[in-house]
């Protein structure tokens, strides 16, 4: 499975941003994909996840602002971020969930959040 995410950049607090990541190859083999974040020092964390079927999980963190979907037609999931906040700055990360537990990541976007 590969993972070719796109979108980031820089955004001023209050802004928006959608980033979105387009899986190909095995793709069947998952049965989930989501969006991670990193920050220097720090561990990488889960943002929002979805399932095949739809259900999404999210960082307590960003509840309410943040919306991850997925186009089934065209194997991509997105990540829309509102409301940005500094400390949302960070790497976001794709994830892909195989069935048997293995992860697969695609390359890290930068989202930064500042005036």
């Known amino acids: 499975v590969q993972l070719q995410a796109c979108g980031g950049g820089l955004v001023q607090p209050g802004g928006s941003l959608r980033v979105s990541c387009a899986a190909s190859g095995s793709i069947f083999t998952l049965n989930g994909m989501g969006w991670y974040r990193q920050v220097p020092g720090k561990q990488r964390e889960l943002v929002a996840t979805?399932?095949?079927?739809?259900?999404?999980l999210y960082a307590d963190s960003v509840k309410g602002r943040f919306t991850i979907s997925r186009d089934n037609a065209k194997n991509t999931v997105y990540l829309q971020m509102n409301s940005l906040k500094p400390e949302d700055t960070g790497v976001y990360y794709c994830?892909?969930?195989?069935?048997?537990?293995?992860?697969?990541w695609g390359h890290g976007t930068q989202v930064t959040v500042s005036s």
């Open positions: 994830n892909g969930h195989r069935w048997d537990g293995y992860d697969y």
């Open positions: 979805i399932t095949n079927g739809g259900s999404a």
